[in-house]
């Protein structure tokens, strides 16, 4: 069948191809995809190319599909797995899987697997590990969101914290604890606070800081004071030009905090949350820097005597999406805040190598459409009826992209 997909062939050589996909196998799943939000993994895939240690050395030859925050409804499916799914489900999937003990997923690897695209074959590994996923949600986009929401929720229980005189790691952060996430305002952020407020285990104070005031603005917006008081937690916004390090320690006292977030590859930010850690206090590098190179000061003295210690993770695993997707569900995590700019299939390549140059948030696809790349904040502004109907829709909702805002775009939307 004619297939359209956004396809890396090489360093920074995105472009939207017209193929064919062969039929699907007896261990693999043809899926429709409908949205795809867009990961900074996958700017920093396209920028190194085969350098990245995800994408296979082959691509000019064989080119593969990005993306990998996909969700859509399921097409066909292979013999083998005729008990267990049905034409017509909806889906996401885990795509943090293990193939064959490489580093090599959907959206970074495969031909005719990923994100960026009309349809998409899952291949038999992820079948095998379990990582197709049921969606039982209204609105697609928060299926696509769930991976992301997923990594967050995998880092909250990569933390860690120790016994005095007894070798045993407890994991997770501390519950009733204190916690800083840094530089914390943007999408992946944006999520951590929303965990943090109604995951199980929450900590008493959060202080998130940005030195983007705006971004900072809109997450105050989103996440309120009132409603994490509302879940037992004191939560305080800081832009760190105008509340320096000693003003943040002074929020949590004397004893600084137990869980400490890094949102941003930036060596003051990391020095700046070593300094923020009290006795067994754990800080997470949540973010994934491009250079092989990076690295940053960290107090070794305090790791010997005040227990300090390090975490990170890259994603999250199936239990974490199957949390995700559990909370999402339920309404007790609303990950809408995360989407400012939707756009069709047309505008992903763009659109994901210009990423760090593009203000805000998830940049959300909708892979059926075409349609270009447009903030949510620039719809009112439109000429296009359709943009304006969107804009009155998001208006209702706080702003915010929502379920009913997307029904309204693909069913009037121009296809691609």
């Known amino acids: 069948m004619l297939n359209k997909a956004v396809r890396m062939h090489g360093r920074g050589d995105l472009r939207l191809d017209a193929f064919e996909l062969p039929p699907i196998h007896e261990d693999e799943v043809l899926v429709r995809v409908v949205s795809d939000s867009i990961c900074m993994s996958s700017y920093k895939a396209a920028m190194q190319g085969t350098a990245h240690k995800r994408v296979p050395e082959n691509i000019a030859e064989h080119p593969v599909i990005i993306g990998h925050e996909f969700c859509g409804v399921i097409e066909r499916v292979g013999a083998r797995w005729a008990d267990r799914f049905a034409p017509g489900q909806r889906f996401t999937i885990q795509p943090n899987i293990n193939y064959h003990d490489t580093l090599r997923t959907p959206g970074y690897a495969f031909e005719y697997c990923g994100g960026d695209a009309q349809y998409a074959i899952l291949i038999p590994e992820i079948m ?7 969606y039982r949600g209204d609105a697609y986009f928060m299926g696509s969101l769930a991976e992301p929401l997923s990594c967050v929720i995998g880092a909250f229980h990569a933390q860690y914290h120790t016994r005095r005189q007894a070798y045993i790691h407890d994991m997770g952060i501390r519950e009733s604890g204190r916690m800083a996430m840094l530089g914390a305002a943007g999408p992946m952020g944006l999520a951590a606070i929303d965990y943090a407020i109604h995951g199980e285990r929450r900590p008493s104070l959060l202080v998130v800081t940005d030195i983007d005031q705006a971004r900072l603005d809109r997450a105050a917006q989103i ?3 009132r409603e994490a008081a509302r879940n037992g937690v004191r939560l305080v916004y800081a832009n760190p030009q105008e509340q320096d390090t000693r003003a943040l320690m002074a929020l949590a006292g004397e004893a600084g905090y137990d869980d400490v977030f890094v949102f941003a590859p930036v060596p003051a930010l990391i ?3 070593d300094a923020l850690l009290g006795y067994d206090g ?3 590098f949540f973010a994934g820097p491009t250079d092989r190179g990076f690295s940053s000061a960290f107090n070794f003295y305090n ?3 005040a227990a300090h210690h390090l975490a990170g993770t890259s994603g999250g695993n199936i239990d974490d999406m199957r949390e995700a997707l559990d909370m999402i569900a339920g ?3 609303n990950p809408a805040g995360m989407v ?3 756009g069709g299939l047309d505008a992903a390549a763009q659109a994901t190598l210009a990423l760090p140059a593009l203000p805000g948030g998830k940049k959300l696809i909708y892979t059926g459409i075409s349609l270009p790349l447009t903030a949510i904040d620039d719809l009112a502004g439109a000429e ?7 804009d009155a829709i998001c208006a209702r909702n706080n702003g915010l992209w929502c379920a009913e805002a997307e029904r309204c775009l693909l069913e009037h939307a121009k296809r691609i």
């Open 128 to 134: 095998e590990q379990d990582c197709l996923l049921e």
């Open 223 to 225: 996440h309120t004071v």
């Open 271 to 273: 020095e700046q949350g």
């Open 282 to 284: 754990c800080l997470n």
């Open 303 to 305: 790791v010997h005597y």
């Open 331 to 333: 309404g007790r995590l």
């Open 340 to 342: 400012t700019h939707i």
């Open 384 to 390: 296009d009826p359709l943009l304006r109907s969107l």
